[in-house]
C-alpha cells in the first residue's frame, strides 16, 4: 500500500483536521483567544487569526474578532427547529433499533 507523506492530500487533511478543531471550539466556547486557538490548529497568531477571519466569512458564523483582546467572540446560536428535528429523529431511529435488537435477542433466548 503507497503511503502519502506530502503533497495535496497531506495538506489537504491537515487543512479539514483544523476546520473540525475550529467549529468543536465554537461549539463549546463562547469566547475563544486566539493564541489558543492558533496553538490547537498549528498556525502562528497572524496567520491563525486570517484564517479564522474567512472561516467566518465562508462558513457565515456569528461571530466577531476582538483584535484589542485576541480572541473570538461567539454570537448566540440555536439550532434551528429543521435541525432539532433531525436530533430527535436520529435519537428515536436509534432507540428504535436498540429496541428491536433487544427484542430479537430476547426472543432467541426463548
Not at 498556525?43 to 457565515?60: C, G, H, L
Request: aromatic share 8%; proline share 2%; glycine share 4%.
Amino acid at each position: 500500500s503507497a503511503r502519502v507523506s506530502s503533497g495535496p492530500w497531506l495538506s489537504l487533511s491537515f487543512e479539514n483536521a483544523r476546520l473540525f478543531i475550529f467549529e468543536n471550539y465554537c461549539r463549546i466556547h463562547q469566547t475563544i483567544s486566539i493564541s489558543t486557538l492558533s496553538a490547537k490548529l498549528g498556525m502562528d497568531a497572524e496567520t491563525a487569526e486570517k484564517w479564522i477571519v474567512n472561516m467566518i466569512r465562508n462558513a457565515r458564523l456569528d461571530a466577531k474578532i476582538d483584535s484589542k483582546e485576541g480572541t473570538v467572540v461567539m454570537g448566540t446560536q440555536f439550532p434551528s427547529v429543521y435541525q432539532q428535528v433531525i436530533e430527535k429523529t436520529k435519537s428515536l431511529s436509534k432507540r428504535a433499533y436498540d429496541l428491536s435488537s433487544l427484542s430479537r435477542r430476547a426472543a432467541a433466548e426463548s
